[in-house]
């Protein structure tokens, strides 16, 4: 079955710096577009970032931009999530998951299949 598994999270202190990584599997991840989605607490689900099944295409929310970037490594079936310049507002549980994303207006929740369990990420000193 479709399944994703993310890693990569923990605490960092403002202006540090993580990676997450969303392991795919049951499917083939070359055909399909992925999308980085978090949830801070109290908060609803938010896109971050989505990248084409190519990875010629990615788009970012305008609160990431210029601090994260998105990629893609079809052979490994993974997807990944460089984060800098991290600040205390970024703090939420992020998942990756399956979805659009030919317009950043397509990276919406509703849109999306499947997801992974997310893994927590907390920006503090």
């Known amino acids: 079955q479709v399944q994703f598994v993310e890693s990569g999270g923990g605490l960092v202190q403002p202006g540090g710096s993580l990676r997450l990584s969303c392991a795919a599997s049951?499917?083939?991840?070359?055909?399909?577009?992925i999308g980085w989605f978090r949830q801070a607490p109290g908060k609803e689900r938010e896109g971050v970032s989505c990248i084409s099944s190519s990875g010629g295409r990615t788009y970012y929310a305008d609160s990431v931009k210029g601090r994260f970037t998105i990629s893609r490594d079809n052979v490994k079936k993974s997807v990944y999530l460089e984060m800098n310049s991290l600040k205390p507002e970024d703090t939420a549980v992020y998942y990756c998951?399956?979805?659009?994303?030919?317009?950043?207006?397509?990276?919406?929740?509703?849109?999306?299949?499947?997801w992974g369990q997310g893994t927590q990420v907390t920006v503090s000193s």
């Open positions: 998951a399956r979805g659009p994303c030919s317009t950043r207006q397509a990276m919406t929740v509703g849109t999306y299949d499947y």
């Open positions: 049951g499917f083939t991840l070359d055909y399909y577009a």
